[in-house]
């Protein structure tokens, strides 16, 4: 067996070499590591990559309008009162009714006005008879007879006129709106209030046409000029409801200031159609705005407006094929507000740019190597953005 102190003298040898392997594996894998961070830093960036916004060519109608607003009125209205003064003895309808033209709605006592009438036929008699009492007279008294019996004549007009407004009658087929006066009041020239009630009506009864409408508008003194009759409108009730349509009847050329002190033009739209109020939600009294057409145009080409560009005096577009751009000349005409015509240089099909963006260098996810992911700089440090910030598209307006 041997000494002791042998052992010890072969056992210091393979500790060296134990020593010497530790050393060379940490050089090799500090090599190793800083092979891989400098190839990552010095690889290249991918080349930018560029995207374009676009939008098919298409054929459609398009319009331009005026916006107004205003209140909704009845087409007809009238506020009914006793000319002739008396004790009302009838009302014949309430609020809501329907009538039609020639409708007796309420009447008043007409015993003294039949009276002062048949006094006025009276007088009438009695210069007829004179007149021709004196046919063989002189040509003074002929027309002294004469001018008599035309004053009677106008007398009995006016007392006859007097007996028929003794009774109320609709001017119109229509609707009660409001009923003022009740049997036993007193109505007519002296006192148009019923006595009873103590009402401040001044109308007997209030006629309009519910169902045939009027939006009484404004529209500024720079759209006026553009207006005129017979031009179509979209009619939107204020408070929602279904949009009605109406045209222009009046185009009013004396101006008001708006509550800003603006000058203002008052337009006329009658509605079309059979307006029901009960479906559209346009009532009396109520508001709405209007889009009036001033100009249509149908089966027009169009590109968006952000689409066209110019250049050297030129307007163009670019077309888009695939990965191929072209800059094509076109001819433009009107403008409708986001879309604009396009008379020549342009097919129906085709796709044109909008806008064009680049993806810069560096751009994408974190951690994802040649797609842009993070660098760190030589030496190491803190974490640095790729190149462009990788924040998202630069958008450009070139093709």
Do not use: C, H
């Not at 409408?213 to 003194?221: G, I, M, N, P």
């Not at 030129?314 to 409708?336: A, C, F, L, M, Q």
């Amino acid at each position: 067996m041997p000494s002791p102190s042998r052992f010890s003298r072969l056992r210091a040898p393979l500790g060296g070499v134990r020593r010497r392997w530790w050393l060379v594996g940490l050089v090799l894998l500090a090599l190793g590591t800083a092979g891989v961070v400098w190839f990552s830093w010095v690889r290249p960036d991918p080349a930018p990559q560029s995207q374009s916004i676009t939008q098919t060519v298409s054929r459609g109608t398009y319009k331009s309008t005026v916006s107004a607003s205003g209140t909704i009125t009845p087409v007809k209205d009238a506020d009914l009162a006793f000319s002739s003064s008396g004790t009302v003895t009838a009302v014949l309808v309430d609020v809501g009714d329907t009538v039609k033209k020639g409708d007796t709605l309420a009447k008043i006592d007409d015993t003294a006005l039949i009276a002062q009438r048949d006094a006025a036929q009276a007088q009438v008699t009695a210069a007829q008879t004179q007149l021709a009492e004196d046919a063989g007279g002189t040509s003074a008294q002929l027309s002294a007879d004469r001018a008599s019996l035309a004053s009677a004549e106008s007398q009995l007009a006016q007392a006859q006129e007097a007996v028929d407004e003794a009774t109320l009658t609709a001017p119109f087929s229509g609707q009660v709106s409001a009923v003022g006066v009740d049997v036993g009041d007193r109505a007519g020239n002296s006192s148009n209030q019923p006595a009873s009630t103590g009402s401040g009506s001044t109308a007997a009864v209030s006629l309009i046409t519910p169902r045939r409408l009027l939006v009484a508008a404004f529209v500024s003194a720079a759209d006026v000029s553009a207006l005129k009759k017979g031009l179509q409108a979209e009619i939107t009730p204020t408070g929602g409801g279904e949009v009605g349509y109406g045209v222009v009847t009046e185009v009013g050329s004396i101006a008001s200031a708006s509550d800003s002190g603006a000058a203002q033009f008052p337009v006329t739209i009658e509605v079309t159609g059979q307006a029901s109020n009960r479906v559209t939600g346009l009532y009396p009294g109520s508001s709405a705005t209007v889009a009036i057409t001033v100009k249509q145009a149908n089966d027009v080409l169009t590109v968006p407006t952000q689409a066209v560009r110019s250049a050297n005096g030129e307007t163009y577009v670019v077309v888009v094929d695939g990965d191929r751009k072209t800059n094509t000349p076109i001819t433009i005409g009107e403008s409708y507000g986001a879309q604009t015509e396009v008379r020549t240089g342009l097919t129906e099909g085709a796709v044109v740019e909008l806008m064009s963006f680049t993806r810069p260098r560096g751009s994408g996810n974190i951690g994802q190597g040649g797609d842009g992911g993070f660098r760190l700089p030589p030496g190491g440090g803190q974490f640095q953005p790729p190149t462009g910030g990788g924040s998202g598209p630069v958008f450009g307006s070139g093709p």
